[in-house]
């Protein structure tokens, strides 16, 4: 059986390559069943929600990885955030109808592919930012990782509206070359594997239909799942950072603060003295003075 919502690393035992097998399946239906995505928008999501989750496995690193697609077309902006823990969450925004069988180019149009690694504990955040070069997710992300990491990298994606998966090959820089065509072999193997079999077939399976002939160690799998980072407090912060005049002036006009998160729709409000609560460690000023 397939093991769902779960990431499986192989490697070439003989060679510089390692491979990735994602498949999501609560995980994406728990971003489909926030909001009624354009069946085209589901397809371009869902892909990059598992490039996301393959790439941010290929890493070292604690916080969270961000992929943004910015687009100038009718889908203007998609966001998948992946933590170090393979905690993902999923949104975009578009506008108007979608032809269902729109392809990235003719949703996006021109725009911008943006790549964050936000290491969190004050440390410094890393971004790289390239225009949209290729037609599918697949190809943006396999040229952004050549331009500017300088690997080789190959990615298969599908997705449909009850899962998303994904294989990605890399070309290691520092491994064994005992076996100096296994990278050529491993991409032209790996260019066979069709949409439907990432989808329904279990990695290991598929592993072992690609490469039953190759010397490959499987690592254990790991988990995958759904999770936002918004929180009541939060949004309490972004109300600190308002500043107490502007928040009283939006609260005198009309009585409360309403947020809502794009990710998980979780809807909060602050009344008055949810506000005062807010601010209420920013009271007491030098000396024991008080803010009036």
């Excluded at 926030?34 to 996301?52: H, K, S």
């Excluded at 602050?270 to 000396?287: I, M, R, T």
């Amino acid at each position: 059986m397939k093991q769902s919502d779960s990431l499986q690393r192989f490697m070439f035992e003989h060679a510089a390559v390692r491979g990735e097998i994602i498949h999501l399946d609560a995980t994406w239906k728990a971003v489909l069943e926030r909001r009624d995505y354009p069946l085209a928008l589901r397809t371009v999501l869902g892909e990059l929600m598992a490039a996301a989750a393959l790439l941010s496995a290929t890493l070292k690193f604690s916080g969270s990885l961000i992929m943004q697609i910015q687009g100038g077309g009718p889908v203007r902006l998609l966001v998948v955030e992946c933590g170090a823990d393979l905690t993902m969450r999923a949104m975009a925004h578009w506008d108007g109808d979608l032809a269902e069988g729109a392809v990235l180019p003719e949703l996006v149009g021109e725009g911008r592919f943006v790549i964050t690694i936000d290491p969190k504990k004050g440390r410094q955040t890393y971004q790289g930012i390239v225009d949209l070069e290729g037609g599918s997710v697949a190809a943006v992300l396999e040229n952004y990782m050549q331009r500017s990491e300088q690997l080789d990298t190959r990615i298969w994606l599908a997705a449909d509206s009850h899962g998303a998966a994904g294989m990605l090959l890399q070309k290691m820089p520092d491994g064994p070359e005992a076996d100096t065509d296994a990278w050529n072999r491993a991409v032209h193997l790996g260019a066979t594997v069709k949409s439907r079999e990432l989808l329904d077939l279990p990695a290991r399976e598929i592993i072992h239909r690609l490469y039953h002939e190759e010397d490959i160690r499987l690592f254990d799998s790991t988990p995958v799942h759904f999770g936002c980072t918004c929180s009541r407090e939060r949004v309490a912060n972004t109300l600190r950072m308002l500043g107490y005049d502007e928040v009283r002036s939006l609260l005198d006009e009309i009585g409360y603060i309403e947020a809502d998160c794009e990710f998980c729709n979780q809807h909060y409000v602050f009344d008055a003295v949810d506000a005062e609560q807010v601010f209420a460690s920013d009271v007491a000023g030098p000396a024991g003075q008080t803010r009036h």
